[in-house]
């Protein structure tokens, strides 16, 4: 890193840390008016407002910094064109693609720390703001008092359970499907209307048991028969795996939303939400680096060098980037496109933009 890259890299962070700071705070006093009413009627503590907007942090911060980086771009490099310093450098033999170079470095790292962000720390964050506003602002049931409704869960040698009712106090399921596959063979099904934990295994009542073959050309059923009680002792898994506090996406790293996605996709349930989300985990955290790709070529031009320019191409930029973003993920969710493409089309067309941009800008 020479002189020249540490002035550029000193000008950007520069901006990008006060841009930060601000939509962090702006965030912030919008979300705190939004919930005024709840944390006045609810009785919430200063503490305990400070301890939810603590947690909420990091998510805000992981969610505004792609903003704050398209603002560094076109600040930074945008002052840099209006003082013709950017002229003088072309003078002097150095390309455009290589005073870029250290920003995309840069958002490229940035990209790295995010993805990092959200596999370790957001998802925890998550979880207890999550909890923080439920049961100690709202003074909603602990997950252990409440009634379950369509519960997945994964136990020992290769079972999958679906309960589409569970009853924490009473250790009852109802309408219980479990599944046991080896490898991606199903092996074994039960189909019960209840499941009761006797304290140290469980009991199926009124349903149907199914083993299959283990022959890839035998399609019938080798086993099959109705019951009234079954009892299972090899089936071991607790009552507490059922009762745990149920996750959304953004409560999830990588690894346990393809977890639980395997689960329900063997249950035969349609996982094109629990995919595009998925998909979405390695596609969001890029944003930053591309959004540097995009915004360069356009912060490198002398006529778009006024701040109030600069702003208003971040926000339409950040506008339009977030609505193709959040309809592609729908339409995921939905099927109109692939999960795939619903989390990654919108990084396609940003990212060929950019490339286009910068192969147009003037060397």
Same mark, same amino acid.
């Given at each position: 890193?020479?002189? /020249?890259d540490? !002035?550029?890299?000193?000008?950007?962070l520069?901006?990008?840390? &006060?841009?930060?700071?601000a939509?962090? /705070?702006?965030? @912030? %006093?919008?979300?705190?008016?939004?919930?005024?009413?709840?944390?006045?009627d609810?009785?919430?503590?200063i503490d305990?407002?400070?301890?939810? !907007?603590?947690?909420?942090?990091?998510?805000?911060?992981?969610?505004?910094?792609?903003?704050?980086?398209?603002?560094?771009? /076109? =600040?930074?490099?945008?002052?840099?064109?209006?003082?013709?310093?950017? +002229?003088a450098?072309? %003078?002097?033999?150095?390309?455009?693609?290589?005073i =870029?170079?250290?920003l995309?470095?840069?958002?490229f790292?940035?990209?790295?720390?995010?993805f990092?962000?959200?596999?370790?720390v957001?998802? &925890?964050?998550?979880?207890?703001?999550? !909890? *923080?506003?439920?049961?100690?602002?709202?003074k909603?049931?602990?997950?252990?008092?409440?009634?379950?409704?369509?519960?997945?869960?994964?136990?020992?040698?290769?079972r999958?359970? !679906?309960?589409?009712?569970?009853?924490?106090q009473?250790?009852?399921?109802?309408? %219980?499907l479990?599944?046991?596959?080896?490898g991606?063979?199903?092996?074994?099904?039960?189909?019960?209307k209840?499941?009761?934990? +006797?304290?140290?295994?469980?009991?199926?009542?009124?349903?149907?048991?199914?083993?299959?073959?283990?022959?890839?050309?035998?399609?019938?059923v080798?086993?099959?028969?109705?019951?009234?009680?079954?009892?299972?002792?090899?089936?071991?898994?607790?009552?507490e795996?059922?009762?745990?506090?149920?996750?959304?996406p953004?409560?999830?790293?990588?690894?346990?939303?393809?977890?639980?996605?395997?689960?329900?996709?063997?249950?035969?349930?349609n996982?094109?939400?629990?995919?595009?989300?998925?998909?979405?985990?390695?596609?969001?955290?890029?944003?930053?680096?591309?959004?540097?790709?995009?915004?360069?070529?356009?912060?490198?031009?002398?006529?778009?060098?006024s701040?109030?320019?600069?702003?208003?191409i *971040?926000?339409?930029? +950040?506008? *339009?980037?977030?609505?193709?973003?959040?309809?592609?993920?729908? =339409?995921?969710? *939905?099927?109109?496109?692939?999960?795939? @493409?619903?989390?990654?089309? +919108?990084n396609?067309?940003?990212?060929g933009?950019?490339?286009?941009?910068?192969?147009?800008?003037k060397?």
């Open positions: 890193m020479n002189i /020249l540490r !002035y550029i890299l000193r000008k950007f520069y901006v990008c840390a &006060f841009a930060l700071l939509f962090w /705070l702006i965030f @912030l %006093v919008v979300d705190v008016i939004e919930h005024m009413d709840l944390f006045i609810r009785g919430a503590s305990l407002v400070v301890k939810y !907007y603590l947690y909420y942090s990091p998510f805000i911060l992981v969610m505004v910094l792609p903003v704050a980086m398209l603002l560094s771009t /076109l =600040f930074s490099l945008g002052l840099l064109a209006k003082d013709n310093e950017i +002229t450098m072309k %003078v002097n033999g150095i390309s455009l693609y290589r =870029f170079l250290p995309f470095i840069l958002a790292m940035v990209s790295l720390l995010v990092v962000l959200n596999e370790l957001v998802p &925890f964050t998550n979880q207890k703001k999550t !909890y *923080t506003k439920q049961v100690e602002i709202e909603k049931a602990k997950p252990k008092d409440v009634l379950y409704q369509n519960v997945y869960a994964q136990g020992g040698n290769g999958i359970f !679906y309960i589409n009712k569970y009853d924490s009473r250790m009852e399921g109802k309408e %219980v479990v599944q046991r596959f080896e991606n063979r199903l092996k074994e099904q039960i189909e019960a209840v499941m009761r934990w +006797t304290g140290t295994d469980w009991i199926f009542e009124n349903g149907n048991y199914r083993f299959f073959s283990d022959s890839l050309e035998q399609s019938e080798e086993e099959f028969q109705r019951f009234s009680q079954l009892h299972r002792k090899d089936i071991k898994i607790k009552p795996v059922f009762t745990r506090l149920r996750k959304n953004e409560e999830m790293n990588y690894q346990e939303l393809l977890e639980y996605t395997e689960i329900k996709k063997k249950s035969g349930e996982v094109s939400a629990e995919l595009t989300d998925l998909y979405m985990k390695l596609a969001y955290p890029l944003i930053s680096f591309i959004i540097v790709l995009f915004g360069s070529p356009l912060a490198a031009s002398p006529k778009r060098g701040l109030s320019i600069n702003f208003a *971040t926000l339409g930029i +950040t506008f *339009t980037y977030w609505f193709l973003l959040r309809t592609a993920q729908t =339409f995921g969710h *939905t099927q109109k496109l692939s999960p795939f @493409l619903g989390a990654w089309i +919108t396609f067309i940003f990212v933009l950019g490339v286009f941009l910068l192969i147009k800008a060397k």
